[in-house]
């Protein structure tokens, strides 16, 4: 029988919540899904492509940390004046520690975004895409999606690497 994946502190959001809070609380669960499949990894494994598209854990984290900077810096508040690199491979001098501690700063920081916004209804500044700002109800239902499905390639990833299955 396979191993279970590092879970830490996983546990379902309450149901009992404001909506910005339950949409917060869902997606801080896929994101800390996300890192506790790349915990306990090393880094030749964590970077290994498991699949044809050259998709590895880390690259999962490291392209999370991009989307979680484009979406809500870059396009909701306007900080900045390039997007990162949200396709970008590892570096080979990067480590999962700081990869999943940048994924982690980058999180917090837009934890903060959120908490800021006082209206989920408030459009953004800019969009990644080409359409009017998105609100801040339409960024996080976005990043649940976008995070969950990069969730379920980490589990399949993992469980290629160890065995490890589970959240």
Request: charged residues 25%; negative net charge.
């Amino acid at each position: 029988m396979p191993a279970s994946a590092p879970r830490g502190d996983l546990r379902p959001p309450s149901i009992e919540a404001d909506e910005k809070t339950t949409l917060v609380a869902f997606l801080d669960y896929l994101r800390e899904a996300v890192v506790a499949k790349a915990l306990g990894v090393d880094d030749q494994h964590a970077r290994r492509a498991g699949v044809k598209s050259g998709t590895s854990l880390l690259g999962i984290v490291k392209h999370l940390t991009a989307v979680e900077r484009n979406w809500f810096v870059w396009a909701y508040l306007g900080e900045g004046v390039t997007l990162a690199d949200d396709q970008a491979p590892p570096d080979a001098a990067e480590t999962a520690a700081e990869l999943i501690a940048a994924y982690r700063a980058a999180v917090a920081r837009s934890n903060e975004i959120v908490r800021g916004c006082p209206d989920l209804s408030r459009p953004g500044t800019r969009s990644l895409r080409e359409t009017d700002p998105p609100t801040m109800r339409w960024v996080l239902v976005h990043m649940i999606e976008e995070t969950a499905r990069h969730a379920g390639h980490a589990d399949i990833l993992r469980e290629q690497i160890d065995g490890s299955i589970g959240r």
